[in-house]
């Protein structure tokens, strides 16, 4: 049985910095391609970067440029660096496989406000 734990989110103000950081468990994960998605209320979950079990990686344009995904297959867990924060980055963050085969986590809220 596939498990997720994301971790890392909170409140931040315009132009601040989150990691969040995502275990998981029960699966063969550095032969997995990953991925942090985000969902606002009413309105469909996004995907905004993924990162492949070769270390490719690839962001939605929102966030290029400010958001980098990374994995460490030592501790099954992916990475997201998300700098230069706005508010419209506020939304619930879950990982999962970029296509979402995985059941999902709890996910973890990021909020950026001032």
């Known amino acids: 049985q596939v498990q997720l734990v994301e971790s890392g989110g909170g409140l931040v103000q315009p132009g601040g910095s989150l990691r969040l950081s995502c275990v998981v468990s029960g699966t063969i994960f550095s032969r997995a391609a990953m991925g942090w998605h985000r969902q606002v209320p009413g309105k469909q979950r996004e995907l905004v970067a993924g990162i492949t079990s070769g270390g490719i990686v690839n962001y939605a344009d929102s966030v290029k440029g400010r958001f980098t995904i990374s994995r460490d297959n030592a501790k099954n867990t992916v990475y997201l660096q998300m700098n230069s924060l706005k508010p419209e980055d506020t939304a619930v963050y879950y990982c999962?496989?970029?296509?979402?085969?995985?059941?999902w986590g709890q996910g973890t809220q990021v909020t950026v406000s001032s």
């Open positions: 999962n496989t970029p296509l979402g085969y995985m059941g």
